[in-house]
C-alpha cells in the first residue's frame, strides 16, 4: 500500500515539476482531501477566489501519506512556486526543514508557529468561535447536555473543545458536555462511519447537539445527527447546507481569507505570526438561510454581546494551548 | 452502568460486526475450498464504491446492493482466473486485488464526482432502509424484552439480518450439503475429489464466487448502511480483521461469528468510553482504540491452540498425468 502510494506520489511530483509556471503560488493541502467540505475546501475557495478575482493561476497538490509532507512541499519550493502555503498543524516539522532551503521562497503556515524569516504563521483563535457556538449549543439544548467529537487528541483540537465547553457552561453553569475523540492515527481524520457511531453514543448519553470538529469525519457525525432528528454544529466551512434544518450553526475559521491574503500578497510577503480572531473578523459562527430557522433572535443577541464583549476585551475565552490546562473541563 | 448503556452498546456491536461477520464467512468460505483469500479487504472497498455511486446515480440501494455485488464478484473471478486456472500464487493474486482497489475507487470517484475521490452524500431512497420489526414499537416499554427487541434487535438495516442468517446458512451449506461436502474435500485434498470425477475447478470456482457475493454485501452495507457515502480507503482495515477472525474461529462458521462479535464489541466500548478506570489507572483513549489490533495479535500468536488451515490451502491443484 504505502509503497503503491509512494509511486503514485513520485509519478504526480514529475508531473508536477514538468507544468508549473515560474513565481505562481502554491498550495499544499493536509490529510483528508481538497473536497473535505470543511478545512482543506476552505483553503481550496480561497484560492479560486483569488484565481477568479486576479486571472493568475496557481498550483495545488493533495498529499495522501504522511510522508509526502517534506517531498511534495520541497517539490513545490524547487519548481519555483512562490509564495508556498502548506495546510495543517502537522506541517510544522516539514516547514522547519523545507524552509531554510530555500531562503528567497516565502512559505505561509496555517494552523501552527514556524519562527523562521521566511515564513507566515497564520493561526486562529479557535477558543473564540468555539466559544460562540458553545453558547449557542448551550441555548438550543434540551436536555442540558451536549456533545464535541474531535477528529485525533491534539492541542488544536482540544482548544475547540475548551472554547466550547466555556461558551456552554457561560449559559448554563450545569450543562454536561460530553466530549470524545476519534483515534490516534490520521485516519481519525476521515472515518465518518467511526464518527457516526461516536455520535450515536454520545446521543444515547442524553445529547442533544453534537459538535464536530474531526475534518470529513464530520460529515459522518452531522449525518447521525440528522438520522436522529437532532442538531449538530458544523466546522472551518460553513456547513449548514449539508442538512437545513439539521446542522444549528457552523464554526466558521476564515481559512479561505488566509489563503487569499497570502496568494494576494506574493512573493516576499509580510512574516511573522498573523493571529486571526473575532476581532480581525478570522474566526465566527454562520447564519444563513439554512438555520434562520433554528437560531432565535434572543440566541442571536446573547451571542452578539459576547462576541463584542471578546473583542473589546472585556471577556478573555481561555486558550487550552497556552497551558494545557481547561477551565471548563 | 444502567441498562440504556448496555442496550446501545451491543446495538453498535451489531452493526459494527455485521460488514466483518459477511467479509469473514466470504473468507471462510473461499479458503475451506482451497484459495486463500488475501483480497477481501479489496473487494469489500470496490463494492463499497459500487454501492454508492450506483446507489446515488439511480437512487435506489437494492439497486447500487445488486452492483455492489456483481462488481465484487467479477474481482473475485479475476483472483479465481489468476490462482486456479492459471496456478499463481493466490496471496499474490490477493495483494494485487488490494491495490488495484485501492487505486481504481479514488481514481474512478474523481473522475466520475470531483469531489475529490469520494461519493456524493446518499439520502432517501439511496441509503440502507432501518427496518422496524414487527411489535418495536407495543413492546418497547415491557422490561426486559423491550430493551432486547426494540432497542438490540430492531432498527437495523436489512444486510444486518442478513448477515447473521448467513451463519446457519454457511453451516448448513458446508456440514450438511452435498456441495459442501466437496467444498471442503477439495480444500483438504483436491486429488481424492478429482479422482472420484468431480471438477476441482468448478467447486473452487463456485466458492470464490460466493465468496464475492458476500465480500460484497459487506461493502454494501459500510457505505448505505453504516454511512451515507464511499470515502477513499473506508474498509480501514476491516477485510483483514475478518481474515483474523476467520483464523481465530478456526474456518468453522458459528465461532466465526462469535469472532467478530468480539471484535465488533471491543469497537463499539472503544467508540463508548474513550478513558476507562480499572483499580485506580485510567486506560487512555488511545489504548482503547488499539485494542482490538492488540487482541488480533495476542489471539493470533498462540491463545487459539492449534489454528490448522485446509490442508490443501493455498496450493493450485495440478493434474497428474
Known amino acids: ?329 | 452502568m444502567d441498562i440504556t448503556v448496555i442496550v446501545q452498546i451491543i446495538d453498535s456491536t451489531l452493526r459494527l460486526s455485521t460488514p466483518l461477520l459477511f467479509a469473514c464467512l466470504a473468507g471462510l468460505i473461499s479458503e475451506r475450498a482451497g484459495v486463500f483469500d488475501i483480497g477481501l479487504e479489496g473487494k469489500m472497498l470496490v463494492a463499497a464504491f459500487t454501492a454508492a455511486a450506483i446507489a446515488f446515480v439511480s437512487g435506489n440501494v437494492w439497486i447500487g446492493v445488486t452492483a455492489a455485488v456483481l462488481a465484487s464478484v467479477v474481482l473475485s473471478l479475476v483472483h479465481g482466473l489468476a490462482s486456479i486456472t492459471f496456478r499463481g500464487n493466490q496471496l499474490i493474486s490477493g495483494v494485487a486485488i488490494n491495490f488495484l482497489a485501492a487505486g481504481i475507487t479514488v481514481v474512478i470517484a474523481q473522475n466520475w464526482f470531483r469531489q475529490g475521490g469520494r461519493t456524493p452524500s446518499l439520502s432517501g431512497d439511496a441509503r440502507m432502509p432501518r427496518l422496524n420489526l414487527p411489535f418495536a414499537d407495543a413492546l418497547r416499554d415491557v422490561p426486559l424484552i423491550g430493551p432486547l427487541y426494540s432497542g438490540i434487535l430492531s432498527g437495523h438495516g436489512l444486510l444486518v439480518y442478513v448477515a447473521f442468517l448467513c451463519v446457519p446458512l454457511t453451516w448448513f451449506m458446508l456440514f450438511r450439503t452435498r456441495f459442501g461436502l466437496r467444498l471442503r474435500a477439495v480444500g483438504e485434498n483436491p486429488a481424492a475429489v478429482d479422482t472420484s470425477g468431480v471438477s476441482v475447478t468448478a467447486l473452487r470456482y463456485g466458492a470464490v464466487a460466493i465468496c464475492g457475493v458476500l465480500c460484497g454485501l459487506a461493502g454494501a452495507y459500510l457505505s448505505t448502511g453504516l454511512s451515507a457515502g464511499f470515502v477513499q480507503e473506508m474498509t480501514a482495515g476491516r477485510g483483514f480483521i475478518a481474515l483474523a477472525a476467520m483464523i481465530f474461529a478456526k474456518w468453522r462458521p458459528w465461532p466465526a461469528m462469535w469472532a467478530v462479535l468480539l471484535f465488533g464489541l471491543l469497537e463499539a466500548v472503544a467508540n463508548r468510553f474513550q478513558n476507562i478506570e480499572i483499580l485506580g489507572l485510567t486506560l487512555p483513549v488511545q489504548a482503547m482504540q488499539a485494542l482490538p489490533y492488540i487482541l488480533t495479535v495476542v489471539i493470533l500468536a498462540g491463545f487459539v491452540g492449534k489454528a490448522i488451515p485446509p490442508r490443501a490451502g493455498g496450493q493450485a491443484y495440478v493434474k497428474e498425468h
Open chain 1, 1 to 329: 500500500m504505502t509503497s503503491l502510494k509512494t509511486l503514485l506520489g513520485a509519478a504526480s511530483t514529475l508531473a508536477l515539476t514538468a507544468t508549473i509556471a515560474q513565481a505562481d503560488p502554491a498550495l499544499m493541502y493536509d490529510l483528508g482531501g481538497k473536497f473535505d467540505k470543511s478545512f482543506n475546501e476552505a483553503a481550496f475557495n480561497g484560492s479560486e477566489r483569488w484565481a477568479a478575482e486576479t486571472g493568475g493561476s496557481y498550483r495545488d497538490i493533495e498529499i495522501s501519506a504522511e510522508a509526502q509532507r517534506v517531498q511534495f512541499a520541497r517539490r513545490l519550493a524547487e519548481a519555483g512556486a512562490n509564495p508556498v502555503v502548506v495546510l495543517g498543524f502537522a506541517n510544522e516539522p516539514t516547514l522547519q526543514e523545507v524552509a531554510p532551503e530555500f531562503p528567497d521562497t516565502s512559505f505561509v503556515l496555517i494552523d501552527a508557529v514556524v519562527d523562521l524569516p521566511n515564513v507566515r504563521s497564520v493561526v486562529f483563535a479557535e477558543e473564540q468561535g468555539s466559544y460562540l457556538v458553545g453558547m449557542l449549543a448551550a441555548m438550543a439544548t434540551e436536555t442540558d447536555t451536549i456533545s464535541f467529537v474531535g477528529g485525533m487528541e491534539i492541542p488544536l483540537i482540544t482548544a475547540f473543545a475548551c472554547g466550547y465547553a466555556q461558551g456552554a457552561k457561560a449559559v448554563n453553569p450545569d450543562i454536561n458536555v460530553i466530549v470524545n475523540y476519534t483515534g490516534s492515527t490520521p485516519s481519525a481524520w476521515n472515518d465518518p462511519v467511526r464518527g457516526s457511531e461516536i455520535a450515536q453514543s454520545q446521543f444515547s448519553q442524553g445529547s442533544d447537539i453534537v459538535f464536530a470538529a474531526a475534518g470529513g469525519t464530520g460529515l459522518g457525525v452531522l449525518q447521525a445527527a440528522e438520522d436522529a432528528g437532532l442538531l449538530s454544529i458544523g466546522v472551518d466551512s460553513n456547513q449548514n447546507h449539508l442538512h437545513p434544518a439539521s446542522v444549528l450553526t457552523s464554526m466558521l475559521k476564515l481559512v479561505d481569507q488566509a489563503v487569499f491574503d497570502a496568494f494576494s500578497d506574493g512573493p516576499g510577503l509580510e512574516t511573522g505570526v498573523v493571529r486571526m480572531d473575532l476581532a480581525s473578523g478570522g474566526v465566527g459562527y454562520a447564519l444563513d438561510e439554512h438555520n434562520a430557522d433554528l437560531i432565535t433572535d434572543e440566541m442571536q443577541a446573547a451571542v452578539e454581546d459576547a462576541k463584542a464583549a471578546i473583542i473589546a476585551g472585556e471577556l478573555s475565552v481561555h486558550d487550552y494551548r497556552t497551558d494545557s490546562t481547561c477551565p471548563a473541563f
